[in-house]
C-alpha cells in the first residue's frame, strides 16, 4: 500500500470516529444539549409495501456557523446494525419546525412492529476541514406502520 492510500485510510477512519455521536450525547434527554437545542422522535413511523421508511419529528436550534442536519437512522430485531433513513437540512431560527426523512429500503428489511429510531441534529463548523458538531440526539423506541 503506499502511503497517500495509508494516509487517506487513516484520515477517514478518524472522520468516522469524530463523527458518532458519543453514548453521552444518546444517553442525554433531547434538551439537555443546550436550552434551546432539541430533537424529538415521533412515536410512530410509516413502512410502505416497497420498503420505504418515513421517520418524522421536530427539532429546534439556535445559531450555527455551518449548515445543520436533523439524520436519522433506524434498527429492528438487531441494534447494531441500523440504516440511516434521510437527513432534512435544518433552520437554526430558535423556533420548533418538523422533519421528515424518507428513504428506500429493500423490502423485507423492515417490518410492521417495534423499532428503534435515533435522531441527531449535527452543524458542519469548517475551519479548512468540515467537522461536526452534536446540538442535540434522541434515541426513541417507535412503532413501524404499514
Partial sequence: ??????????????????????????SRPAGSAGPSDTVTVDPTGRLAADGTVTLSGTYRCTGGTGPV????????????????????????????????????TEPGRFKPGA???????????SSGLPLPMFHAAQERDITLVG
Avoid at 6 to 21: D, E, N, Q, S, Y
Avoid at 75 to 90: H, L, N, W
Avoid at 115 to 125: C, D, H, I, N
Fill in 1 to 26: 500500500m503506499r502511503l497517500h492510500q495509508v494516509m487517506a485510510t487513516a484520515a477517514g477512519a478518524v472522520l468516522l470516529l469524530l463523527a458518532a455521536p458519543s453514548a453521552d450525547a444518546l
Fill in 69 to 104: 442536519f436533523v439524520s436519522s437512522s433506524l434498527s429492528q430485531g438487531q441494534p447494531d446494525r441500523r440504516k440511516g433513513v434521510g437527513g432534512t437540512t435544518a433552520v437554526c431560527d430558535g423556533a420548533q419546525h418538523r422533519w421528515t426523512n424518507t428513504d428506500r
Fill in 115 to 125: 423499532a428503534k429510531v435515533q435522531a441527531t441534529l449535527m452543524e458542519l463548523r
